[in-house]
C-alpha cells in the first residue's frame, strides 16, 4: 500500500481512502480532490539524473506533507504525480487555500536549495460532490483541471470548470478524427519558398501541414499538431507528411531542398531513421536533398537517444535544421553537442527587428553563433522589406517569410518553374 521511494500512500490506499472519505462525508461538507504533476521533472531526470529525480520526489512528498492538515492524505500516484484528498471542506476556498500552501512551500524548498531549485508543480482541483458524483469522474475532472493549469503556466493551480469538460471532451474527439484523417485524405502540404538574401535565389521550401476537417474546414497546425504529439497520432501522420513531400520534391526538375518538420514524438519514435530511409528509396529522392526541422525539445527529452538517430539520420546523407531558435532553452552545449547543418532564427525575434535594438541584438548574436560555427542561418518570418534589408545588412544567408513568398500548394510552385517537366506536358495535353 506504500510508495517506497517516498514513503506515501501509493495509488491503491489513494482510491481506497478516497471512496472511504466520499461514503463517510457529512452534509453541507466536500471532498477536494488535488491532483498534483510536477513541471519539470523530466528536465530534473535528464539534466541531473536519477539520483536527483528520485531526491526531489522525496523533497516533494517531505514539503507537500508539511502543509497538510489532520485528516487530510497526500499519496503518490506514480511517477511525478501526486494527490490530496481533502476531506470536511467548507467549499473551493479551503481548496485553494491548501493549493496555494503547496505551492508556497516549494517555493520556499527553491529558495533555501543551493542551485536554485527545480521543483514546481501544477495543481487541478475537483470537488465532491459539487463536480462528479462518483470517484472516477472525480479524477478525472481534476485531471482535466491539472492539464489547465499546465497549459496555463504552471507553478498555478485551476478548479475544475464545466467548460473544461467540453473542452477536454472536444479534444477526445480531436485525437480520435486525427487518427483517421490520413485515410480519410482530410490532410495536404503546402510548400513555402526559402531564399538567399543577397541574390534571391530559391534554394528550397519548408513543407507545412494543413488539416481540411470535413465540417470545422481548415484547422490550424498550432491547434492540431499539439493534439496529435500528444495521443501519438503524430507518428503516422508525420510519417504521411515525409513521404508526401519526398514525393513533391523528387518530381521538381531542379535539385532543390525540401525541409520537413519532424516532432519529438517522431524523433522518439521506433525506427525512425529506417523509415525515412525507406521513404528515400520509395520516392527516389536523393538524401542530400532532404532537411528535417527540429526543435531543442525534441533533444532535451532524451539527448544520447536524439543524439544517435541525429548520427544514423545523417549517415543517410540527410541535413538537420535546428527549428525556432530563440525561443525554449537556446542551448549552446545543444548546437555543439548535436550534428545542425543550419539553424533556423524563430520568427518572433525576426519581426521588427529593423526597428526594435533588443530583437536586433539577439538576431546578431545568433548570426555570429552561426558564422563562428560555420553554420548557415535562417531568419523566419521576414515580413518586410525593413527586416530584409537589416538581415542581409547583417550578412544573414537565407530567409523565410510572407515576403519572400506564403505557404503554397504544389500546383502553385509551377510559376516557380520549377515543376518536373512531365507535370507540364501532362497540363498542355489536358
Ligand atoms: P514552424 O516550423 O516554425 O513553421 C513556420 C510557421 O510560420 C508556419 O505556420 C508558416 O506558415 C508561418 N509563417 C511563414 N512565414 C511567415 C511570416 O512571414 N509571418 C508569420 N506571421 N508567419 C509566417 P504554420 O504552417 O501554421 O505552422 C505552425 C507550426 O506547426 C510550424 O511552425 C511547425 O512547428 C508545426 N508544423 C507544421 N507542419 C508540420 C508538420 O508537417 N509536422 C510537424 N511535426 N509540425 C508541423
Ligand atoms: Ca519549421
Ligand atoms: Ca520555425
Request: charged share 25%; glycine share 8%; with cysteine.
Amino acid at each position: 500500500m506504500h510508495d517506497t521511494l517516498t514513503n506515501l500512500p501509493n495509488r491503491r490506499s489513494f482510491t481506497a481512502q478516497l471512496e472511504q472519505e466520499m461514503a463517510a462525508l457529512a452534509d453541507g461538507e466536500a471532498i477536494a480532490l488535488l491532483c498534483l504533476d510536477l513541471d519539470r521533472f523530466k528536465e530534473v531526470n535528464d539534466l541531473f539524473g536519477h539520483a536527483a529525480g528520485d531526491a526531489m520526489l522525496r523533497k516533494v512528498a517531505e514539503n507537500a506533507g508539511n502543509v497538510l492538515s489532520e485528516g487530510q492524505m497526500l499519496a503518490r500516484l506514480g511517477g511525478d504525480e501526486f494527490a490530496i484528498i481533502a476531506p470536511g471542506i467548507s467549499g473551493p476556498d479551503d481548496a485553494a487555500m491548501l493549493a496555494e500552501r503547496v505551492l508556497e512551500a516549494f517555493r520556499a524548498e527553491n529558495a533555501r536549495a543551493s542551485n536554485d531549485g527545480l521543483m514546481s508543480t501544477s495543481i487541478g482541483i475537483a470537488l465532491y460532490p459539487r463536480d462528479a458524483k462518483d470517484q472516477e469522474t472525480l479524477i478525472s475532472h481534476a485531471d482535466t483541471a491539472l492539464y489547465r493549469a499546465k497549459s496555463e503556466g504552471r507553478d498555478t493551480f485551476r478548479f475544475y470548470e464545466h467548460a473544461m469538460g467540453l473542452e477536454a471532451r472536444s479534444r477526445r474527439i480531436m485525437e480520435h478524427e486525427l487518427r483517421h484523417a490520413v485515410a480519410r485524405n482530410e490532410f495536404h502540404l503546402v510548400y513555402q519558398p526559402q531564399k538567399t538574401l543577397d541574390s534571391g535565389e530559391l534554394i528550397g521550401y519548408e513543407a507545412l501541414l494543413r488539416w481540411r476537417h470535413p465540417e470545422r474546414g481548415n484547422v490550424s497546425p498550432g491547434t492540431f499538431i499539439p493534439v496529435a504529439e500528444e495521443s501519438g497520432a503524430i507518428v503516422p501522420i508525420g510519417e504521411w507528411v515525409l513521404k508526401t513531400a519526398c514525393q513533391a520534391a523528387a518530381g521538381w526538375k531542379s535539385n532543390l531542398m525540401i525541409a520537413v518538420n519532424v516532432s519529438a514524438v517522431q524523433l522518439h519514435s521506433m525506427n525512425f531513421a529506417q523509415t525515412v530511409h525507406r521513404i528515400l528509396l520509395e520516392t527516389g529522392l536523393s538524401p542530400h536533398r532532404l532537411e528535417i526541422e527540429i526543435t531543442e525539445t525534441a533533444l532535451v527529452r532524451d539527448m544520447h537517444r536524439a543524439l544517435a538517430t541525429l548520427r544514423q539520420l545523417k549517415t543517410l546523407g540527410i541535413r538537420v535544421a535546428m527549428d525556432d531558435f530563440g525561443t525554449g532553452y537556446s542551448s549552446l552545449s545543444n548546437l555543439r553537442a548535436f550534428p545542425f547543418d543550419k539553424i533556423k532564427i524563430d520568427g518572433s525575434f525576426i519581426r521588427q527587428v529593423d526597428t526594435n535594438e533588443q530583437a536586433a541584438t539577439i538576431v546578431r548574436a545568433v548570426l555570429g553563433i552561426g558564422r563562428g560555427l560555420g553554420l548557415p542561418v535562417l531568419a523566419e518570418g521576414v515580413e518586410t522589406s525593413g527586416e530584409l534589408s537589416f538581415l542581409a545588412k547583417e550578412l544573414c544567408q537565407i530567409g523565410q517569410g510572407y515576403y519572400l513568398g506564403r505557404p503554397s500548394p504544389l500546383d502553385d510552385l509551377q510559376e516557380d518553374g520549377i515543376q518536373a517537366e512531365e507535370k507540364h506536358s501532362d497540363a498542355n495535353a489536358a
